[in-house]
């Protein structure tokens, strides 16, 4: 149980295109949802938290702007890189939090390469 | 504020040996939870414990074992007899238990060697 899915896998796209990535909680409800940037050889750092049927929470210096995110539905979070440039490729990693279960489960994460 | 610190960037061991990869953390909180993930080169993160911070009591699972200090603020894991397979990075994570925000350390690159 607890399985969270992410799609694509793996993303190529080309300077100024928008890139949306599907995060989807396959076996439970998740009221929140998370989402994570990782660049090569660095942490996990939280860019937004998001509830599902209201805003998202974005971090301190992240453009909410550049990466939209909807909640609408208990079980799919989707983040949209507008006008992505290569200085946006990175590992994108979303988590979810179930409603009955005080816990966290991670994606198996995106990986965005922008040429 | 929270912080979590795992000083070790990269270590690298020789199948067979014990290794211990180092947590310290910072929390005004009372009560938290603290976690350490793996991260095998596929990306995935791996969940592998999480410790409420009422329970001071190590751990033991197989191979890997935790030390939690709350006095030291640490909780360091140790892998025993280390396997090839146990490469990748290992994050250390802090939540307080009464929220859901992670705060991650930098990770550390834990390499195998045959």
């Known amino acids: 149980g607890a399985v969270v899915s992410q799609h694509p896998s793996r993303v190529i796209c080309k300077s100024g295109t928008s890139v949306k990535i599907e995060c989807r909680s396959l076996d439970f409800q998740a009221t929140t949802m998370f989402w994570y940037r990782q660049f090569p050889k660095q942490s996990l750092m939280l860019m937004a938290t998001s509830n599902e049927g209201s805003k998202a929470t974005y971090e301190q210096g992240v453009e909410k702007d550049k990466f939209l995110i909807n909640h609408a539905s208990l079980t799919l979070s989707t983040l949209t890189v507008t006008s992505a440039h290569p200085e946006d490729s990175s590992f994108y990693i979303c988590s979810a939090r179930a409603i009955s279960l005080n816990e966290q489960f991670f994606g198996p994460g995106t990986r965005l390469t922008v040429l | 504020a929270q912080k979590v610190t795992q000083a070790q960037t990269e270590i690298s061991v020789v199948e067979k040996e014990d290794v211990t990869l180092d947590c310290v953390y910072e929390t005004r909180d009372t009560t938290y939870y603290l976690f350490w993930y793996k991260q095998p080169p596929s990306g995935e993160l791996v969940f592998l414990i999480r410790r409420n911070s009422f329970d001071e009591q190590n751990e033991i699972s197989g191979r890997y074992s935790w030390n939690f200090q709350k006095s030291t603020s640490s909780f360091n894991f140790t892998i025993t007899a280390s396997q090839v397979v146990d490469s990748a990075v290992y994050f250390c994570?802090?939540?307080?238990?009464?929220?859901?925000?992670?705060?991650f350390g930098e990770g550390t690159q834990l390499t195998v060697n045959p």
């Open positions: 994570a802090l939540r307080m238990t009464s929220g859901s925000r992670l705060t």
